[in-house]
């Protein structure tokens, strides 16, 4: 039996040095290293400044703790101004007061004040709707600003407490965690007639539970269309029960042993099974688990059972896809968008962005990417005006892994 230990490190203050912090692999797994020891992540995040934070900062430290993360701001002020890190001073050492030996590892806003926007608006969100909402990540200015306050705080932290500082974590964006503004539009709880987005393919993620308003209104609305139900969807109502889940995807659904969540391709498939080899979803044990139990359906992949995991039926409705575990191949996808008739830009597993307008590429791996174009463009240009191609549809690329690249 192997063991390590995980070890609490005090900080370089207390020895007179400084802090060197790194992550690194430790039998498999990415393990942080304090001045070369292991150290458990075991991390409290808190808001600083507030009643409850001090004797929540005392509970965490009698709990073993040392690593604490909370908000500071970074000063962003006025030209002419000097930066005012007071407020930032106050929440570090209101928490090291409690803990003399405590990592530190700040948390930050990087976008701009109101004043700023209303100075630059042209380098504000803007949406294909016309309306604008906070600030461009794409905006040069912004990025070159922010970077000089960002710096400065760093300057700051590390002159003034750099023996105590883990890291730094700046944030920005919708709900501080990099989601772009009105990352969340649409959501199915609005699903109004008006304001429910019109689109060949709809795809079921996390609605399980739905009442019966909901249940009239989306049958309503994926008339004609493709529904893609995944696993468990609909299965909660008024009450807990397998008929929910067959009501909701228009398949017949049966409850099936509880097994491991792998399925296999079926290679009797048809097309929506093309290409499909390899064996995918998840090695947790299912508990409920549903099969595809109507006939003439279209079994795409099984269980180790043999029951039907996933399974598509065309309807007078609609084509309608259920697919029984927590994971899926994007080419299931890509096959099942082919087969309804929306129009593919790129048929490898990379990532493609596009409003119609500009498209947004990420390799996922190395080599020649092919991108299809949904008519005959004028002309294609990157991200810095250079230009591609001239009266294209069509356009090739040979990209190196993780590269990311913009077209209009």
Known sequence: MLLFLLCAVRPAASLGGRLTVQVKDLYGSPTIFVNGHPTSPLMFF???????????????????LHLFSFGVPMPWPRPGEPPDFNPADQAIEQTLAVDPFGLLLPRFEVGPPEWWLDQHPADRMLFDDGRTEGWSMASVAWQEEMLGHLRALVRHCEDKYGGHILGYHPCGQHSSEWFYFRSWEPRLGDLSPGRFPSAKVYFFLNCFYLDDDQRSLISLLVRGKTAVWFYGQGFLADGAQDDNISQATGLALARGAPQPGMVTPNPWGGVLAEGLTDAFGVNTIL???????????EVLGRYADG????????????????????RCPAKLLRNILRASGVHLYCDSDDVVLTDGQ????????????HLDFPGRLAFVRDWDGRMMAFG????????RWGRRGYLS
Request: overall charge negative; proline content about 7%; hydrophobic content about 50%.
């Open 46 to 64: 808190g808001w600083a400044g507030t009643p409850p934070y001090v004797q929540q900062v005392r509970y965490a430290l009698a709990a073993g």
């Open 287 to 297: 508990d409920p688990l549903w099969t595809v139990a109507e006939e003439g359906v």
């Open 307 to 326: 029951g039907a995991a996933v399974a598509a039926k065309p309807t007078p409705e609609g084509l309608r896809v259920y697919i029984g575990t927590l």
């Open 358 to 369: 500009f498209l947004g590429f990420v390799a996922a791996t190395a080599g020649r990417k």
């Open 392 to 399: 294209a549809d069509s356009l090739d690329l040979a990209w």
